[in-house]
């Protein structure tokens, strides 16, 4: 256990706390190799059906998965390059035109200080430590760090908002590529 002190976020012992994981799997997209990446601004489908394979050590964790018609997975977004606080911590969201400027925080830029991804997949079929979704936004390879089954109840937000901006991008992005089709 690592107490933290509540003012400065320091530990006690004065260093930060860090962490080490463990990937639980791997993210596969048939017909992609698993090194593939997207080109900066080029769309990459989250969409189209990926399959995340569960290592073989993990998948009795997996038992009673199937009841779920959607999942939250926290991936380990390897071929990000981590954000350091010395990097701008602020820009044009997607350098789209009449995008403000906004914090690394408002956004889902890769670039974090820790590269972890969140996503919610629907789940099409899950066959021993195979599972077969939609709307997992990553790439061929990508390490899975955690999947848990997800809970309307406490995931669901009816009361959310989102800024002006947000509902501008999202506009533009149905126009150029048609609307969501993730739920």
Not at 90 to 113: D, I, K, N, W
Request: one cysteine or more; glycine letters at 10%; a negative charge.
């Amino acid at each position: 256990m690592v107490m933290v002190d509540n003012v400065s976020g320091e530990s006690m012992a004065g260093q930060r706390p860090r962490f080490t994981v463990s990937a639980i799997g791997a993210v596969y997209r048939p017909g992609l190799p698993d090194d593939a990446t997207t080109a900066q601004g080029a769309y990459f489908d989250p969409f189209a059906e990926s399959v995340i394979t569960v290592y073989p050590e993990w998948v009795a964790g997996l038992t009673g998965i199937e009841e779920f018609s959607h999942l939250v997975v926290v991936l380990y977004m390897d071929r990000a390059a981590p954000r350091r606080p010395d990097d701008p911590l602020t820009h044009q969201v997607e350098a789209a035109e009449g995008m403000p400027e906004a914090g690394l925080f408002s956004t889902r830029s890769p670039r974090r200080p820790n590269p972890l991804g969140l996503c919610c997949p629907r789940l099409i079929e899950r066959t021993g430590g195979t599972l077969h979704v939609t709307g997992l936004d990553a790439w061929p390879g990508t390490p899975v760090l955690d999947i848990k089954g997800y809970y309307p109840r406490d995931e669901l937000r009816p009361d959310a908002t989102v800024p002006a901006w947000l509902r501008q991008l999202w506009g533009q992005h149905n126009a150029a590529r048609g609307p969501h089709r993730g739920s």
